[in-house]
């Protein structure tokens, strides 16, 4: 069955590149209008909204704003406002790590991490909750994109994993709160995910080697990720709300992954 969002609304943090701009091609292929966040302003990023906008006959716009600013979230939202009137998805994509030991870990480091990828996405969902309750509004879906570092530990990234972990209880408790308001709320968290930002990586770490701790026998693409994503805003996942759902080939139930990578180099 096609999924139609037609006559939707979404804005996707994060969609300047990887699996962000991959998301916001999936959106705008179904048919909702897309807001495209960037967190500074690039010719590419509006190469690309207008792409869209000529390709799938929908409406498109950059937003532009550091989110682990709040008041640049506001202005965010207020861009938002100026070009919509209505918000029926959000897709908390943005996001960051870098690894650090925890033994020496300076503090801002930590907070870095912890501004972009939990603080964020909670400042992100309260105001699209007000946005998709004015007017008399009623339902929504906001997807938080986590990680399988919400469950799976990592040497090196604790930052990071604690930060995803917090969105994902996030993602329960909004689902608990605001069902009340139709408002569903999803996390997906992928696995090892190929994009533009990590295929180096993926090459000198060995493809091979990498495929090899996949159960399904290989790295997925944004693809994976962005179909899930439509899925879960649409009419067909109605009945979905407050569960995590992951996109890693069984990578988290092979209880013999190693990964070699400095900073990384215990069984996880």
Not at 10 to 16: C, D, M, R, Y
């Given at each position: 069955m096609e999924i139609s969002l037609?006559?939707?609304?979404?804005?996707?943090?994060?969609?300047?590149?990887?699996?962000g701009a991959a998301i916001a091609e999936r959106l705008a292929e179904a048919g909702a209008d897309v807001a495209l966040h960037s967190r500074k302003a690039r010719d590419e990023?509006?190469?690309?909204?207008?792409?869209?906008?000529?390709?799938?006959?929908?409406?498109?716009?950059?937003?532009?704003g550091d989110l682990s600013d709040e008041q640049a979230i506001d202005s965010v939202f207020s861009q938002f406002d100026a070009h919509f009137d209505h918000l029926e998805i959000l897709v908390n994509n943005a996001g960051f790590e870098n690894a650090h030991a925890l033994e020496d870990m300076p503090l801002e480091v930590w907070r870095d991490v912890i501004r972009v990828n939990l603080d964020a996405p909670f400042m992100c969902s309260q105001r699209a909750l007000h946005r998709m309750r004015a007017g008399g509004h009623h339902g929504g879906t906001i997807i938080n994109i986590q990680s399988i570092h919400d469950e799976v530990v990592r040497k090196g990234v604790t930052h990071y994993g604690v930060a995803k972990s917090g969105l994902k209880m996030l993602t329960r408790s909004a689902a608990l709160e605001w069902a009340e308001y139709g408002v569903r709320v999803v996390g997906i968290s992928p696995g090892a995910i190929e994009t533009d930002i990590?295929?180096?990586?993926?090459?000198?770490?060995?493809?091979?080697?990498?495929?090899?701790?996949?159960?399904?026998?290989?790295?997925?693409?944004?693809?994976?990720?962005?179909?899930?994503?439509?899925?879960?805003?649409?009419?067909?996942?109605?009945?979905?709300?407050?569960?995590?759902?992951?996109?890693?080939?069984?990578?988290?139930?092979?209880?013999?992954?190693?990964?070699?990578?400095?900073?990384?180099?215990?069984?996880?």
């Open positions: 037609k006559g939707r609304v979404a804005l996707v943090t994060g969609a300047n590149r990887g699996i990023v509006n190469t690309f909204a207008e792409s869209l906008a000529e390709r799938y006959n929908i409406r498109t716009r950059v937003l532009v990590n295929h180096e990586d993926i090459e000198s770490l060995g493809r091979e080697r990498m495929n090899s701790w996949i159960p399904l026998g290989h790295v997925g693409d944004t693809a994976d990720v962005a179909g899930t994503v439509v899925f879960a805003c649409s009419d067909q996942a109605r009945y979905i709300t407050g569960t995590t759902l992951y996109i890693d080939g069984g990578y988290m139930h092979n209880t013999l992954r190693y990964d070699e990578r400095p900073g990384h180099d215990e069984i996880s």
